[in-house]
C-alpha cells in the first residue's frame, strides 16, 4: 500500500519525517509543469511547502526535485515556496489539503511523489485527473 493512513501520516512527522503528495499538472499550454505539496517538520512547527517544476521527466526519470523550475526567472516563487506553518501535525496536513487541493489518504513518504508522478506519466499526463 502506497498511501499513509492518517495516523501513520502524523506518526511520520512526530517523529520527524516529512510526508508529500503529487498534486498533477501546473503551468500553461507554452510551458508545461507539475505540483507536489510537502509538510516538513522544523523542531516545533511543521512547514507547508509547494514545489512547482517543469515536466521534463519520463517513467524512468521520475525525481522531482531535480526536476528544472518552471519559470527559472521566478525559482523562489515556485520550487519550495512556504505557503503555511502549523503547531500541530494534524493542523499541517488539513492547511496543506486546504490550500493546495491535497486529498486526505493520498499523502506518501518522502521521496515517494515521484512513483505518484510515474502514475501520473504512464497514464499520458492528464490535466485533472487523479494518479491512482
Not at 69 to 75: A, G, R
Amino acid at each position: 500500500m502506497r498511501y499513509l493512513v492518517e495516523s501513520f501520516a502524523v506518526g511520520a512527522l512526530t517523529r520527524g519525517r516529512s510526508v508529500e503528495q503529487f498534486l498533477g499538472s501546473a503551468g500553461d499550454a507554452h510551458a508545461s509543469g507539475v505540483r507536489w505539496v510537502e509538510v516538513v517538520p522544523t523542531g516545533s512547527q511543521f512547514k507547508v511547502v509547494l514545489h512547482t517544476s517543469a515536466d521534463v521527466g519520463s517513467e524512468n526519470f521520475c525525481d522531482l526535485v531535480e526536476f528544472p523550475p518552471l519559470d527559472p526567472e521566478n525559482e523562489d516563487d515556485e520550487f519550495g515556496l512556504e505557503i503555511a506553518t502549523a503547531t500541530g501535525a494534524h493542523d499541517a496536513l488539513a492547511l496543506a489539503e486546504h490550500r493546495t487541493g491535497a486529498v486526505r489518504g493520498r499523502w506518501v513518504n518522502q521521496g515517494m511523489a515521484q512513483d505518484e508522478y510515474r502514475d501520473f506519466v504512464l497514464a499520458g499526463r492528464p490535466r485533472h485527473a487523479s494518479t491512482s
